[in-house]
Structures are given as structure tokens and as C-alpha cells.
């Protein structure tokens, strides 16, 4: 199999884009549209479906996806297993579009002269399964969940907590307010599709909805940009979104970031890293963001007692 085709698949899936896509892997439009053309030629399926807003995947493309990612990553570790010198910091962000792949991005600026791979994986079981192999280097998640800490071998310090917001269209109720208590969210239909049973987001929003008598529902799968649409033309949805979510919607959707206060909730990130790890770069990842994290706020604010247990302090 061809592995750029893969690669291209998987940038692809992450980005909705073909054009987006490019410009990540510094190629042009035609060439992704040829290399995945090629790719759904000898896989005999589609992989993606051409919207408005870009590529959505199929259903074969959404189950060839985890497999994918597993190929790339067993490129990298047999190349790394026989390259001369210093391999790339290898790290997990979660999701392109979210507050970890900004702080790493960061670190990249701070640091252009060290080699970076990045790397999105599903959830923190499969995180820390990478972790203890070798396959990454470190983890930006919420941890630890009830019933399930950080196993040993493994290290976790917090290292952003990102303030949670709350998203609607322009009709609903809480529209012109500056800000919003999450009590006040009680008996609003929450909507956050594709919240998954087992993971740390999940925990995250059960804890949520359990502290302020919130009916969060997470039915229905999370396509791009149909959540966008629903609270466009609703005056009753919701939905919350972190603050460093990067979101596009058209400008006739006029939605609005709401911030919650009194108190704030926060969505603990936290880096994981093998304690026995002895990749170079790591200890400047780690000073990095001890000297990026912003000071605490005075504002009252909210995080799971399950993530208060992660307090660890960087060792350099």
C-alpha cells in the first residue's frame, strides 16, 4: 500500500479539506485528489463524499481511519529503528483543531531547530498504549477518570486548563448575554454529537452535567459543520465549545461564543509522558510549557475532582 497515499488520507480526514490538506503537506490540491483517487482504487471502496464545505468521510472512509493512523506509526518506528542521529519529538494532540495542537504549535516557534512529529490518536487508552511502546513521546489529555489513573511508568503534570464556553445561533434565549452561569443551563437542550462512552471527554461532561443539573445530549454522529447548521436556525440548541476550538461557520450564521462564569469551567489538559523515556527534547517541551502556562485567574472556576488529582510538577 502506498503509505504518502495513506498519509494524504489521513491529513485529509483531519483537516475536511482537500485544499487545506495541501497546503499541510505542502503539495497541491490535484496531487491529494489524485493520491486518494488512487487509494479508493485499491481499496475497491470511497473513502471520502464532496460537500460544500469539503470532504466528509465515508463510512468505509471513517472505519479505514484508525487502521490508517496504525500504518504511519509503524512507518516511523521502523525508520526510526535504523536512522542515525536524534528521531522527531513524536506527540499526541488529540485533534488538529483544538487547544494542544496551538500549545505545541507554540513550542515549534519557540524551538524551529527541533524535529516535531505530530500525531492525533482517539483517546487516552490509546495514548497510553503508545506511550509504553515507544510509538509517541508524549500526550496532551484530561486525566486521570474515575476508577482509572495514570498507571505507573507513566507521568502527568496539568499544564492548560481552557476555559469552556457556550455556543448558539442567534435566536436562542441566552444570544445577547455577555456571559452565563452553567447553572443557568439547566433545562436548555445541550447538544454535543459524538461524545463517546469510555472516553475522557465523556468523563469530562458527565462530571459537568452532574455538578450543575445539566441534560447534555450527545446523540447523532459529529459531521463538520452540522452542528453549526442546527444552531444556526434554532432558537432552543446549544452547545458548548472549549476556547481555543477552532470553528468555521459562513458569517449569515451570526453565532455567538458566550463565556460561562460564576463559576468558570475549565477542561484540564494535561502532558503524559513515559517516565522512562529518554528523548532530548522532551525536558525543553516540558520548560516550555511551565513558562506558557498563563497565571491562575481570580474568577471563581470549576474542573472534575477526578483531574485535581493531576498536580505534578516538572522536573527538568
Request: glycine residues 4%; hydrophobic residues 45%; charged residues 20%.
Given at each position: 500500500m502506498d503509505l504518502t497515499a495513506v498519509?494524504?488520507?489521513?491529513?485529509?480526514?483531519?483537516?475536511?479539506?482537500?485544499?487545506?490538506?495541501?497546503?499541510?503537506?505542502?503539495?497541491?490540491?490535484?496531487?491529494?485528489?489524485?493520491?486518494?483517487?488512487?487509494?479508493?482504487?485499491?481499496?475497491?471502496?470511497?473513502?471520502?463524499?464532496?460537500?460544500?464545505?469539503?470532504?466528509?468521510?465515508?463510512?468505509?472512509?471513517?472505519?479505514?481511519?484508525?487502521?490508517?493512523?496504525?500504518?504511519?506509526?509503524?512507518?516511523?518506528r521502523a525508520a526510526a529503528s535504523v536512522r542515525r542521529g536524534r528521531r522527531p519529538l513524536r506527540v499526541d494532540v488529540v485533534g488538529a483543531r483544538l487547544a494542544p495542537a496551538a500549545l505545541l504549535?507554540?513550542?515549534?516557534?519557540?524551538?524551529?531547530?527541533?524535529?516535531?512529529?505530530?500525531?492525533?490518536?482517539?483517546?487516552?487508552?490509546?495514548?497510553?498504549?503508545?506511550l509504553r511502546s515507544g510509538a509517541i513521546d508524549a500526550s496532551f489529555r484530561a486525566v486521570a477518570m474515575p476508577g482509572r489513573p495514570v498507571p505507573r511508568g507513566i507521568e502527568a503534570a496539568r499544564v492548560y486548563d481552557e476555559p469552556v464556553q457556550l455556543l448558539t445561533g442567534p435566536e436562542h434565549a441566552l444570544a445577547g448575554r455577555a456571559s452565563v452561569a452553567p447553572a443557568e443551563l439547566a433545562g436548555h437542550r445541550i447538544w454535543i454529537p459524538g461524545i463517546v462512552e469510555g472516553t475522557e471527554w465523556a468523563a469530562y461532561y458527565a462530571s459537568l452535567a452532574a455538578e450543575f443539573g445539566l441534560a447534555i445530549d450527545s446523540s447523532g454522529p459529529n459531521f463538520s459543520g452540522a452542528l453549526q447548521d442546527a444552531l444556526a436556525g434554532s432558537g432552543t440548541l446549544?452547545?458548548?465549545?472549549?476556547?481555543?476550538?477552532?470553528?468555521?461557520?459562513?458569517?449569515?450564521?451570526?453565532?455567538?461564543?458566550?463565556?460561562?462564569?460564576?463559576?468558570?469551567?475549565?477542561?484540564?489538559?494535561?502532558?503524559?509522558?513515559?517516565?522512562?523515556?529518554?528523548?532530548?527534547?522532551?525536558?525543553?517541551?516540558?520548560?516550555?510549557?511551565?513558562?506558557?502556562?498563563?497565571?491562575?485567574?481570580?474568577?471563581?472556576?470549576?474542573?472534575?475532582?477526578?483531574?485535581?488529582?493531576?498536580?505534578?510538577?516538572?522536573?527538568?
Open positions: 498519509r494524504t488520507f489521513v491529513a485529509v480526514a483531519d483537516s475536511g479539506q482537500f485544499q487545506e490538506a495541501a497546503a499541510v503537506l505542502g503539495v497541491t490540491q490535484q496531487a491529494v485528489s489524485k493520491r486518494i483517487a488512487a487509494l479508493e482504487k485499491e481499496l475497491g471502496v470511497r473513502l471520502f463524499t464532496r460537500t460544500a464545505r469539503g470532504a466528509e468521510p465515508t463510512v468505509d472512509g471513517r472505519a479505514f481511519l484508525p487502521p490508517a493512523r496504525e500504518l504511519l506509526l509503524a512507518e516511523e504549535r507554540a513550542f515549534h516557534e519557540a524551538h524551529p531547530g527541533l524535529a516535531l512529529d505530530v500525531v492525533t490518536l482517539f483517546d487516552v487508552e490509546s495514548a497510553l498504549t503508545a446549544a452547545t458548548l465549545v472549549s476556547e481555543q476550538t477552532r470553528l468555521v461557520w459562513p458569517d449569515s450564521h451570526d453565532l455567538r461564543r458566550i463565556p460561562l462564569v460564576d463559576p468558570t469551567p475549565l477542561y484540564p489538559h494535561s502532558l503524559l509522558w513515559a517516565t522512562a523515556n529518554p528523548h532530548p527534547a522532551l525536558p525543553a517541551l516540558r520548560s516550555h510549557l511551565v513558562e506558557a502556562r498563563p497565571p491562575r485567574t481570580a474568577a471563581r472556576t470549576w474542573t472534575p475532582g477526578w483531574a485535581e488529582s493531576v498536580r505534578g510538577v516538572f522536573r527538568p
